[in-house]
């Protein structure tokens, strides 16, 4: 999700890049490494579930407030 697979557009990296600096602005908890190692939607939710110990269901629903209208 927001690591690099190698081979991906300078437009991509800047993409992954500028969404992995808003996902630390938005989960000040969660440091470069942990997002850099996100491959989904539901990791990432399981990390915002465990690190600001929310119920699933609000974790998933600021995950999915955060991604509305970003391109993964």
């Known amino acids: 999700m927001f690591g690099f697979r ?3 557009s300078d437009e991509t ?4 890049t500028g969404y992995r600096i ?3 602005r938005q989960w000040s908890c969660l440091t470069t490494l942990d ?3 996100i491959k ?3 990791q990432l939710i399981t990390l915002v579930k465990v690190r600001y110990g929310l119920p ?3 974790a998933r629903a600021d995950v ?3 991604m ?3 391109q993964f």
């Open 68 to 70: 509305a209208g970003k």
């Open 13 to 16: 990296v800047t993409r992954k």
């Open 56 to 58: 699933y269901e609000k």
């Open 40 to 42: 989904n939607e539901e």
């Open 22 to 24: 808003d996902a630390k």
């Open 64 to 66: 999915q407030g955060w």
């Open 35 to 37: 997002l850099s190692e």
């Open 6 to 8: 190698g081979g991906e």
